[in-house]
Nanobody, 115 residues
Framework: QVQLVESGGGLVQAGGYLRLSCTAS????????MGWYRQAPGKQRELVAG???????NYADSVRGRFTISRDNAKNTVYLQMNSLKPEDTAVYYC?????????WGQGTQVTVSS
C-alpha cells in the first residue's frame, strides 16, 4: 500500500522560507518521477515542481527561481525548498507521482504566507 506523508508547512511572512518534505512508502521510490503540487482555496490543484529519477528538475513559471525540488532516494523522500515566499504561495502542498498522480494523495501540508 502506497503512503505519502507530507510535512514542513507552516505560517511564514512574505519573503520568508520553508522546507517541505514528503516521505513515501510502498513504492520503489528511486524509480519514480515525483512532483510537488499545491491547491489554494477555490482553485484547482496545480503542479509546481517535478524531479525525475535521474534528478532532472522542472518548475512552474510562478515558482521558478524561488523553489528548489530535490530527492534523497536513501530516505524515500522528496523535498521542496521554498524561498522568497509570497502570499499567493498560500496553499495545501502535496507530493505525488509526476504528471500521472497515480498514488493515493496524502493529507498535504498547509503553507500560509502572510503579507
Amino acid at each position: 500500500q502506497v503512503q505519502l506523508v507530507e510535512s514542513g508547512g507552516g505560517l511564514v511572512q512574505a519573503g520568508g522560507y520553508l522546507r517541505l518534505s514528503c516521505t513515501a512508502s510502498g513504492i520503489i521510490f528511486r524509480l519514480n518521477a515525483m512532483g510537488w503540487y499545491r491547491q489554494a482555496p477555490g482553485k484547482q490543484r496545480e503542479l509546481v515542481a517535478g524531479i525525475t529519477p535521474s534528478g532532472t528538475t522542472n518548475y512552474a513559471d510562478s515558482v521558478r527561481g524561488r523553489f528548489t525540488i530535490s530527492r534523497d532516494n536513501a530516505k524515500n523522500t522528496v523535498y521542496l525548498q521554498m524561498n522568497s515566499l509570497k502570499p499567493e504561495d498560500t496553499a495545501v502542498y502535496y507530493c505525488n507521482a509526476l504528471l500521472s498522480t497515480r498514488f493515493s494523495w496524502g493529507q498535504g501540508t498547509q503553507v500560509t504566507v502572510s503579507s
